[in-house]
């Protein structure tokens, strides 16, 4: 089973900052099987990157996915009001398809 | 975008059944493999199942496994979850999700004697 491991647990920062939000695998992930979700409280996940570093449909350029083997990250350029929020990576390499236990992005 | 839909949520006694269903609103949904997921209260995302596009290929989180049923109907556009023998740790918001991309807003699972 693949663990994904997530740093730092909360990331406190002030709009129009950057974060930099990281995934770190068990074990080598193809890029083409690891994804970035956002979630917001009372919400359903979104899916913001897949294939590490592909944003999904509608999702603004301000957020980047980079990273091979085990190490991934999610960069968010410059914060909006809207970004706080908790983020999740999450493979597709193999049965369990883990999540990482999240980063939660708060206001400072 | 697919529009999923999840119901069959309720609560439920230790040791009970529930069903949940998770309807799309799109014919494609043939061509989509499907996943399960949840999320206790205050905690992370936790995935349970996975049935492929014509049901040949079916995983299960080993937390689930043996309890948990997936299945699908592709004539009516549905995943559905069979649950037995819940415990007070499957208490959950539970989301069905087209391979990441489309999410439904989640049926809450709560189980309490």
């Known amino acids: 089973e693949i663990v994904l491991t997530q740093s730092p647990g909360t990331l406190s920062l002030s709009p129009g900052e950057r974060a930099t939000l990281s995934c770190r695998a068990s074990q080598s992930v193809s890029t083409t099987y690891l994804a970035w979700y956002q979630q917001k409280p009372g919400q359903a996940p979104r899916l913001l990157i897949y294939g590490a570093s592909s944003r999904a449909t509608g999702i603004p350029d301000r957020f980047s996915g980079s990273g091979s083997g085990t190490d991934f990250t999610l960069t968010i350029s410059r914060l909006e009001p809207e970004d706080f929020a908790v983020y999740y990576c999450?493979?597709?390499?193999?049965?369990?398809?883990?999540f990482g236990p999240g980063t939660k992005v708060d206001i400072k | 975008e697919v529009q999923l839909v999840e119901s069959g949520g309720d609560l439920v006694q230790p040791g009970g059944s529930l069903r949940l269903s998770c309807a799309a609103s799109?014919?494609?949904?043939?061509?989509?493999?499907m996943h399960w997921v949840r999320q206790a209260p205050g905690k992370g995302l936790e995935w349970l199942s996975y049935i492929n596009r014509d049901s040949t290929a079916i995983y299960y989180a080993d937390s689930v496994k043996g309890r948990f049923t997936i299945s699908r109907d592709n004539a009516r556009t549905s995943v559905f979850l069979q649950m037995n023998s819940l415990r007070d740790e499957d208490t959950a918001v539970y989301y069905c999700?087209?391979?990441?991309?489309?999410w439904g807003q989640g049926t809450l699972v709560t189980v309490s004697s």
């Open positions: 799109v014919f494609t949904f043939s061509t989509s493999g």
């Open positions: 999700t087209r391979d990441g991309y489309d």
């Open positions: 999450q493979h597709y390499v193999s049965s369990p398809f883990t």
